[in-house]
């Protein structure tokens, strides 16, 4: 298994260019998540999946926009990239189950991004 | 509100000796707690969880700690090695109404190994 895979690992947008941070996972997982971490900062939640067809906001949702389409695939659309979207995104996966090590969220080794 | 914080944002340890990492959290409804490790340049990996029926919890080198009385988290590495300089996060999980656990990350600390 390849785990969570991200790309592109490294970008640079101008002001106002769009975007789509790729994610896929390979795990089975059902919920997936999008994250961003700003230096020396912890992780805020972006966006979050249950499952295919089914997406809800997390912490820091504005600006960003995604889809669930495939069990497999989570893909982080920025429309119009701004300064303050300089960060690092992580994508990560788990595997909701009620008895077994639930919530234990599998990442991908990041996107970073500068928007300049 | 809710939050997940830790008391030290930066840990500083000779290698061999022992490492604790504190962290509080303020939901009382949070049932499950994860510690993740992440290396310079890399995402967070998962290094040991515990649910909230339990108080202490072991693994290889690392044991976590759970206090719900005061709402504290530990995570306490044995004999720290050089491979073990990372931010170490804790989080929280808190069952919802819906099927969705929110999970809430801390700020993290950095910890560092002196050889």
């Known amino acids: 298994n390849a785990g969570v895979t991200q790309t592109p690992k490294f970008r640079i947008l101008k002001i106002g260019q769009s975007m789509t941070l790729q994610c896929a996972q390979d795990m089975n997982h059902n919920y997936m998540y999008w994250y961003r971490q700003d230096p020396g900062m912890g992780l805020k939640l972006i966006y979050y999946?249950?499952?295919?067809?089914?997406?809800d906001k997390g912490e820091v949702p504005n600006g960003y926009n995604v889809s669930r389409s495939t069990t497999e695939d989570f893909p982080l659309r920025l429309e119009l990239a701004a300064p303050s979207q300089t960060s690092v995104y992580f994508c990560?996966?788990?595997?909701?189950?009620?008895?077994?090590?639930?919530?234990?969220?599998?990442f991908g080794a990041g996107t970073r991004l500068s928007v300049l | 509100g809710e939050s997940v914080g830790l008391h030290l944002p930066t840990l500083s340890v000779q290698e061999g000796d022992n490492s604790i990492i504190n962290c509080a959290y303020s939901n009382s409804a949070s049932d499950y707690f994860i510690w993740y490790k992440q290396e310079s340049g890399k995402g967070p990996q998962f290094i040991i969880d515990i649910r909230s029926n339990m108080d202490k919890r072991q693994g290889q080198r690392v044991t976590v700690l759970l206090n719900k009385t005061v709402k504290h988290l530990s995570l306490q590495i044995a004999a720290t090695q050089p491979g073990d300089s990372a931010v170490y996060f804790c989080?929280?999980?808190?069952?919802?109404?819906?099927?969705?656990?929110?999970?809430?990350f801390g700020p993290g600390t950095s910890l560092s190994v002196i050889p």
């Open positions: 990560a996966s788990s595997k909701h189950h009620e008895t077994v090590a639930k919530n234990i969220q599998y």
């Open positions: 999946s249950v499952g295919a067809g089914i997406t």
């Open positions: 989080a929280e999980s808190t069952p919802l109404k819906t099927s969705y656990d929110k999970v809430i």
